[in-house]
């Protein structure tokens, strides 16, 4: 690919041409500067996570790279708090957003998404007093119950929808809101279904995980609107990894397989 990418510019410079003439404005900086630079932000499980050693780590990650290394560039990781993230994109210090984002209306009304790389929803973690009292999201929808989600996601939206009766906590990462619950000052965390799941494996009795997630969520990469050569490469990149086994290698990887746990802070 790197090959590849050269010929492009070494063909646009005998036709008296820019790269800007053949490609969007993402696509022309990835070439010119040889970079991918990749916002996320640090802390989903097991989407993206720092590992003891400092470095970077987790589902997608591992695509990014895998991305990277097709384009014949380096991969940039741009570790971004999450309120941020689509303002960082906007005045372009990274190129794409791959951080489990929801797709959702207010967000594509900011960003163009490419086509959606998983499907999650929310789920409930509850207080293990809870068990067998609580069996949905609605029987949450009451007063005298306390929730606790992660500042500015699709939990705390759909806390707001569907269950607004409950007293609603918001923490500025999903570490401290789950400890709410665990801790015993909350009676339920709501948040993405695979945070959860692999939460409940390492807290065993601290909390019950009611997994069937009662929202529908399609996780896309996100990019600055108007850029449909990027969009074009995205939605080819997805259909290639998906068809040749590399999305599944991956995604066994992280989803069916827990031995990462250990690199993990």
Known sequence: MRKFV???????????????ATAGPVMDDIVKTGELRVCFDAGYMPFEMKSKNGSFVGFDIDIGKMMARQMGVKYVPVNTAW?????????GKCHIINAGMTINAQRNMRVNFAEPYIIVGQTILLNPELEGKIKSYKDLNNSKYTIATKLGTTGEQAIKRMISKAKLNVFETQSDAVLEVANGKAD??????????????????KVVHLEQPFTYEPLGWAVAQG???????????LRQIKGDGTYERIYDKWFKDNSWLSQVQ
């Open 6 to 20: 050269s010929g492009i510019v070494a063909a646009c410079a005998l036709l008296g041409t820019s790269v800007s």
């Open 83 to 91: 309120d941020g993230i689509i303002p960082t994109l906007l005045t």
């Open 227 to 237: 850029d449909m050569d990027m969009l074009n490469f995205l939605n080819n990149f």
């Open 188 to 205: 339920a965390f709501i948040y993405d279904m695979p945070f959860n799941a692999i939460y409940a494996s390492q807290n065993s009795g």
